[in-house]
């Protein structure tokens, strides 16, 4: 029987037990993504791509919920760039591995913590927990949503989230195709680890070149995309006054006073 190790981080922990990782976001009481936590998860996606033995990766969030998403305080004008770098990095390593990744969402998931969940090849999701790309409220745009929802659940529906900002359940989520499936939240491990049986019992290589040849979107065309989308949001979108007065309204806790610039 393979012994398991564990690393636990300020912000994230990690058991390996071959064939299968497991990452859980940890910052309470939302799991929100940090600079730290970008850090220590591109770290940790780097160790698992190392590591033969290892075939599928679950993510998922201690606590209440998967995660609410990037940390606001990170979007100002002298922390943005260097933010999107690190979340961009710890996506395109999501996008990039040749291990199967699995989400197992509960709780909220939103604006960052969503984009790292549609990103994984299966998304599990208690059919309560709140899905949303609420950063139009603050006078901004989901980068990797803007790059890729559209090719999950169709233009009309990404445009319908994005635009609004408004949220759905775990139920609406999977109708849509946003996630995999959605369950009681009783349900939700059970769900995953049936998912681990199937794939533990096939080939390593064939899995990795199959995801590699079925990805949902041309991982080129993608990276392009995503790199379309770093440029409109530092050089456009950082650049207007909404942007900015929506960001220190929701640290001020007031309701934002657009301008139109």
């Known amino acids: 029987m393979l012994t398991a190790t564990s690393t ?11 064939p299968v990782a497991r990452l859980q976001l940890k910052n309470p009481p939302l799991n929100v993504i940090d600079i730290p936590m970008m850090e220590e998860l591109a770290s940790a ?18 606590g209440k919920s998967f995660s609410a998403g990037v940390d606001v305080a990170t979007h100002t004008q002298d922390k943005v760039t260097s933010m999107l770098e690190k979340f961009h990095g710890v996506v395109r390593a999501l996008v990039a591995t040749k291990k199967v990744i699995i989400a197992g969402v509960h709780g909220h998931c939103l604006g960052g913590g969503a984009e790292l969940a549609m990103v994984c090849d299966f998304v599990y999701t208690s059919d309560d927990a709140e899905w949303g790309f609420p950063e139009i409220q603050l006078g901004c745009f989901p980068p990797v949503a803007v790059t890729a929802l559209a090719a999950l659940i169709g233009q009309k529906r990404a445009a319908d989230l994005i635009l609004t900002g408004r ?12 996630s995999t499936n959605a369950v009681p939240a009783s349900q939700l491990d059970r769900e995953i680890e049936e998912t681990v049986g199937r794939l533990s019992a096939l080939s390593p290589a064939a899995l990795a070149i199959t995801k590699k040849a079925s990805y949902a979107w041309d991982a080129i065309h993608f990276d392009k995309g995503l790199a379309r989308a770093e440029r409109i949001y530092l050089d456009e979108l950082m650049k207007t006054e909404d942007a900015n007065e929506g960001i220190r309204a929701f640290m001020e806790k007031r309701k934002p006073a657009w301008k139109g610039n």
């Open 45 to 62: 996606l780097a160790e698992i791509e190392t590591r033969r033995e290892i075939l599928v990766v679950i993510l998922s969030g201690a």
């Open 8 to 18: 636990k981080n300020e912000r994230l922990s990690l058991t390996i037990q071959p």
């Open 167 to 178: 949220t759905i359940s775990g139920s609406q989520a999977a109708a849509i195709g946003l």
